[in-house]
């Protein structure tokens, strides 16, 4: 008892010892707690599907649809990076994706991170980060705005070409160490409600031939800075979207570098988003 007295006695009165052990709980405890805490969740190492394209195309509206079944909320301009959690049916049973949310639902299933990111220009780094960040990323859906993409196709192409070539890169990295697992893009053509928006097959063409051009232009760039084409290295090799030296670009080429391109319209407005969705199912 007077062991006890005494020991109360010592940490009640103030003195340097004590003050210091003191100080030192308040500070570690916290980090600790968060180690622990950011150590031990689940979430690092779900699968991911990366949202991106140019703003106003329809990403945030798609993510809170699939997240809400709802088509109907009102979306602002993003200025960050936002996930949810999702899940797949994975026993091949018809599964729609209104259920997408729900983590009780019948038969086995499988969740998945889906990644929104902004579309302003000077926002895109973080975007463009994600597809080599070592999280397992799964697929990419490109979505843009097909009721616009006449006025749009240059920034639309310009995009998605920095898109495709970072997923190239991603795979050209593979041949000397460890081959990373092939990421496919879907291009979500969005907005089929309106009447001025494009077929996909038009969709299709149409970037393919502005990414051709944009393409020509950028290599251009190359042989103004004093070289040749046939004196390119591979490290000019590598800044080639597409088979190398080939006069047209079409998504086919992707294929060499194991990146499949589907291009796929829908509609979040009307909700007629199915088809990305089973996109999504098959990726994760
Ligand atoms: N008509 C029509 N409008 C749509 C459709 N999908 C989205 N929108 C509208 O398009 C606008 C932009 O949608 P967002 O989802 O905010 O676009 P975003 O791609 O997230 O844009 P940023 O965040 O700026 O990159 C909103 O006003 C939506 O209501 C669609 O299928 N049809
Ligand atoms: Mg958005």
């Not at 140019?54 to 088509?71: F, Q, Y």
């Not at 004093?226 to 080639?240: I, Q, S």
Request: hydrophobic share 40%; net charge negative; proline share 5%.
């Amino acid at each position: 008892m007077d062991d006890l007295k005494h020991y109360l006695e010592y940490i009640l009165t103030p003195s340097t010892p004590v003050f210091v052990v003191g100080a030192l709980i308040v500070l570690l405890v916290p980090i600790l707690v968060h180690f622990y805490i950011s150590s031990a969740t689940p979430y690092t190492n779900l699968p991911s599907i990366l949202l991106i394209g140019p703003p106003g195309a329809g990403k945030t509206s798609l993510l809170t649809l699939l997240e809400r079944g709802d088509n109907a909320v009102p979306t602002h301009t993003s200025q960050i990076t936002q996930s949810v959690e999702l899940t797949v049916s994975t026993d091949g049973g018809i599964q729609s994706f209104r259920d997408a949310a729900r983590d009780d639902a019948p038969g086995s299933h499988k969740k998945f991170m889906l990644v929104d990111t902004p579309g302003h220009g000077k926002l895109r780094e973080s975007a463009m980060a994600k597809i080599n960040a070592n999280d397992p990323l799964k697929g990419v859906v490109f979505v843009l705005d097909a009721s616009a993409l006449d006025e749009n196709l240059q920034a639309t192409a310009n995009y998605l070409f920095d898109v495709l070539l970072a997923l190239q890169k991603r795979m050209g990295v593979g041949k000397t160490s460890k081959a990373p697992h092939a990421v496919h893009l879907l291009l979500a053509a969005n907005k089929a409600d309106l009447f001025t928006a494009l077929p996909a097959s038009l969709v299709k063409s149409n970037l393919e031939a502005e990414l051709g051009r944009i393409r020509q232009s950028r290599s251009k760039g190359l042989k103004a800075s004093g070289v040749a084409v046939g004196e390119m290295d591979d490290e000019d090799n590598e800044d080639w979207l597409g088979e190398y030296g080939a006069e047209k670009f079409a998504f086919s080429q992707m294929r060499e570098f194991d990146v499949e391109v589907d291009v796929v319209g829908g509609s979040v407005l009307e909700g007629k988003v199915d088809k990305w969705w089973d996109w999504i199912s098959e990726r994760v």
